[in-house]
């Protein structure tokens, strides 16, 4: 999309007991903070590449999939609004970032977003993301006692400021087994678990606001996070990416290369219905 592409949202709904968030795949950005920005190619740097073609089966299977084409640049959907940290103590981003996960700066000097600006960004962008979430699942609620939040997510294998060494392939988050009941978190561990792939529960990653947010497990809510490490369904370069490197960054989306990592997170969405269908069955 580009630049003057209007800066939209888009749910498809389904009829099965699962939503499927996309919060970071969008790419646009506003016209009138182009010119404030450093660049606008670091501006997407961070944009969960591809993510949306990844998933591309969910509506097939019947699932609700909530995306919004607006740059995590712009606000970040997944992230407190009060401005809380999601993880005290350790580096991370803002809800309006200015500065990529590297550090590096998205505005020019002096040019950062302010209070009135981010109130009116949040007015724009995050509350009505929120608003179709909520619409969606109390739509799926009143046909099912139970239904899953899925918050679709990647990042880069290696990026220092924010953890050690290479991130494993998977990494599930839960609010360390808040957000959903334990018995989805152990079918989605166990599909991950047949591919051979490292992968980790409430490590680095525990879920975002999406997650700690929607996820009400005694109201039949259950939310989920699965963060990617991006080798897994793209040719992810070694070595650090620079703005000096655009030419490397983001790379192609190859359905080849990304057939296996399809394939595993397909099963983990259809374990994600059948835990809803069996306790539905169960109740």
């Known amino acids: 999309m580009s630049e003057g592409s ?56 019947g699932a609700t999939v909530i995306r919004t084409s607006v740059s995590r640049t712009v606000i970040d959907v997944n992230r407190d609004p009060t401005g809380e940290s999601l993880y005290p103590g350790l580096a991370t981003t803002e809800l309006c970032p200015t500065t990529t996960f590297d550090g590096e700066p998205l505005y020019r000097p002096g040019c950062e977003p302010r209070s009135q600006e981010i109130a009116s960004r949040r007015a724009k962008w995050f509350d009505p993301y929120h608003a179709c979430l909520s619409q969606e699942i109390a739509r799926l609620r009143r046909s099912y006692e139970h239904v899953v939040v899925y918050d679709c997510h990647s990042i880069r294998s290696v990026i220092s400021r924010l953890f050690d060494g290479d991130l494993p392939a998977f990494n599930i988050g839960t609010d360390s087994g808040r957000s959903c009941d334990p018995r989805l978190t152990a079918a989605v561990e166990g599909e991950v678990s047949t591919t051979g792939l490292s992968r980790v529960t409430n490590g680095r990653f525990r879920g975002g606001y999406i997650t700690r947010h929607h996820g009400r497990p005694a109201e039949g809510v259950h939310a989920i996070q699965m963060e990617l490490a991006i080798r897994g369904y793209l040719r992810e370069p070694i070595g650090p990416v620079g703005a000096v490197k655009e030419t490397n960054w983001p790379p192609a989306y190859d359905p080849e290369f990304a057939g296996p990592m399809k394939t595993a997170v397909r099963r983990v969405l259809e374990a994600c219905l059948h835990f809803a269908h069996s306790l539905r069955t169960a109740s």
């Not at 389904?14 to 450093?38: F, K, N, Q």
């Open 6 to 61: 209007p800066l939209r949202l888009d749910a498809v709904p389904g009829a099965e007991p699962l939503v499927v968030s996309m919060p970071h795949t969008g790419v646009d950005l506003p016209e009138e903070i182009l010119p404030r920005l450093t660049s606008d190619w670091l501006a997407r740097k961070d944009t969960d590449w591809h993510i949306e073609h990844l998933y591309d089966f969910a509506t097939a299977l």
